[in-house]
């Protein structure tokens, strides 16, 4: 068993799974996505990020893409919360919440993929 | 290092930021995510939390120890605890990785990385003709100073960094891309250029006969089209490169050796090769002629060696005075010795002796010899071999007859072959036709150039480099006769200060000294010795059809449709009514 492996599977998962959770739920329902899940989901996103410079495979290329990918558009999604929040005077609305939970639904389709070559990767070593 | 290896540096400078990145983000978070939770006080007193917006900001600014104070609303007690503790934990995330940052860009591995991206990228970059020069000691200095003032860029892979250090102080017009590396690693040569588009030869010139054998394999094997110039100082590894058919194999002791034997049996041939062959800037000063008689040498080694046999070639006695005479050569007369000391000179019988050569591997050991020579016997003719270009100032302060500096005699090598082919035959005729011949030339040449280097160049007509000749000779209007084309652009009843000394056909046949009503044809190449207004006037003429008209046929042409229109008209209006 090799640690780093475990430490970077854990990550790409994690950074799938969080970003799951603050997906799930009506689209424009506020109470159905937590602000501080969305939190989470950009720190590791960012942590999963970092963990995969300096990989020159072409594989290692992908991941790397597929990451950035999912950082810009969490970045955006918390952008659009905190002007929904803090610059609109309504508040986070029903309609700022929806823009919010499908830019996640993207940075979620490019952890899919993440997690997808992660396994892809894993039933390609024989051993 | 090769490429490949330096290229894994940047990933592993990648991963080693891997570390200092992910700390960073951490305590970011910690910071952000503790100060939400943390229990605070709005405007009114009442109790609050921090939202992520005020969170994030304030956190970025105090990391960032800008602190802009407690916004915006002042903190509540179990707040400040908080974050006190996150200014310690970021000054400490911060300290971390900008640590871990400078230590990699310190890093020589990384350093030395960058440098190859960036020659690289240069050399890639480059779109005009250059030549590829490993090897950047005096030879190469040289070859680059003259490359530069003809217009030519040149790229230099050299292996000691100081005198890489020092190319930048030589204040070369052109930008020359160097680096600093083993020239024996095809990489290098291949990132170097050896295999782009532009680049037009390899000069391998550096002091290990080794590298410079490896370089001529290197560009036999990955570029056969390129022209290949290559220094070699021994007989085995001239005969190496020969045999894997590398085209130019100079050997500075070697073609010394010819030089002298040429001054000895035809001194006014071997002035005119030296006038043809001087780098261009440079004086050539004439000399008086070796005399024929008892010849002393001091110093048996590579180049004693090659002198020798070269004056034993034209029949001339030597005397050798060295400390021990190899095994296998008792047929000729030896002086065992020192050449510095009086009594070796003596013995070696210096009063009868009409010249002396000091061959020696040791500047001041072969200055004191010609100074010890001259004092017994002032009428010597003194051949003297300089080592180092840095001890110029003592070999100019001696008046020697011959001053032998390998360095310079490779550089002329290299710049007659690369810039104009056409010397070569030319100068292989020169040795074939005589004494006499060679004699008038040479006085016809430098009395009208004088004994300044000249500008030596070749033309090919060709739609490249004369597009409106070619056009001429493909109308058929009339031929083209060499003297015509010679005459100045500017006022046709002058002439070019400039001579034709050779031309070479399409078809393989050649012309010395082609006469002024020889018609040039295309696809011919022509060799000519001027001065450098000549050379552009030349071009000129040669690219230009208004020049091209004026000059073979006096007559002004005149530019532009409307004009063109007018003059046919004048040109038919005369015949129509006569």
Sequence with gaps: MNLEKVIFGFFIVLAATLNFGFFIGDLDNPIHHDVYELFAAIVVNLIATVLKFGDRTHIGAIHLSTSLVADLQLIAAAMVWSYGAHVTDAGVTPEIIAKVVSLSGGALFANVVSVVILIAETIMQKR | MNPEAYESTFFLALRRLRVPLITLILIYAVSILGLTLVPGLDAEGNPSRMNFLHAFYFISYTATTIGFGEIPNAFSEPQRMWVTFCIYLSVIGWAYSIGALLALLQDQNFRNAVRLQRFGQAVRDMREPFYLVCGYGETGQLICRALDQLGLRAVVIEIDDRRVSQLDLHGHSADIPALTANARQPEILKLAGLTHQYCRGVIALTNDDGANLAIAISARLLAPELPALCRAETVETAANMASFGTRHIINPFDKFG?????????????????????????????????????????????????????????????????????????????????????????????????????????????????????????????????????????????????????????????????????????????????????????????????????????????????????????????????????????????????????????????????????????????????????????????????????????????????????????????????
Excluded at chain 2, 297 to 302: A, E, S
Excluded at chain 2, 344 to 372: P, Y
Excluded at chain 2, 504 to 532: F, I, K, N, Y
């Design chain 2, 258 to 578: 010819r030089y002298l034997a040429l001054a000895l049996h035809a001194p006014a041939a071997y002035h005119l090769l030296e006038w043809l062959t001087a780098v261009p800037g440079t004086m050539v000063e004439p000399h008086r002629d070796p005399p024929r008689g008892h010849w002393i040498l001091c110093g048996y080694g590579r180049f004693g060696k090659v002198l020798v046999s070269a004056l034993e070639q034209e029949n001339i006695p030597v005397t050798i005075i060295d400390h021990a005479p190899p095994p296998g050569e008792s047929q000729r007369r030896w002086v065992r010795g020192d050449g510095s000391s009086a009594p070796a000179l003596l013995e070696a019988r210096i009063q009868d002796a009409v010249g002396i050569v000091a061959s020696t591997n040791d500047d001041v050991n072969n200055l004191s010899i010609v100074v010890t020579a001259r004092e017994l016997n002032p009428r010597l003719f003194v051949v003297l071999r300089q080592n180092l270009q840095a001890n110029q100032a003592l070999f100019n302060a001696f008046e020697s007859d011959f001053t032998v500096v390998p360095s310079q005699i490779v550089a002329r090598e290299c710049l007659a072959i690369l810039t104009t082919p056409l010397l070569e035959p030319f100068l292989w005729q020169i040795k074939q036709r005589g004494e006499s011949w060679a004699s008038t030339l040479l006085d016809q040449l430098t009395g009208s150039f004088g004994w300044q280097a000249p500008t030596v160049w070749s033309v090919h007509i060709g739609a490249v480099e004369a597009p409106a000749l070619m056009d001429w000779l493909g109308f058929a209007h009339a031929p083209a006769p060499l003297g015509d084309l010679l005459r100045n652009p500017h006022d046709r009843t002058e002439e070019l200060q400039c001579r034709m000394l050779y031309l070479a056909r399409e078809d393989q046949s050649t012309v010395m000294l082609p006469h002024r009503h020889t018609p040039v044809q295309a696809g011919d190449q022509l060799l000519l010795v001027g001065c450098r207004t000549a050379r552009n006037d030349l071009a000129l003429t040669l690219s230009n059809e208004n020049t091209l008209e004026y000059v073979l046929q006096g007559r002004e042409i005149p530019g532009g449709w409307v004009w063109e229109q007018f003059a046919q008209l004048c040109a038919r209006l005369p015949r129509s009514e006569g």
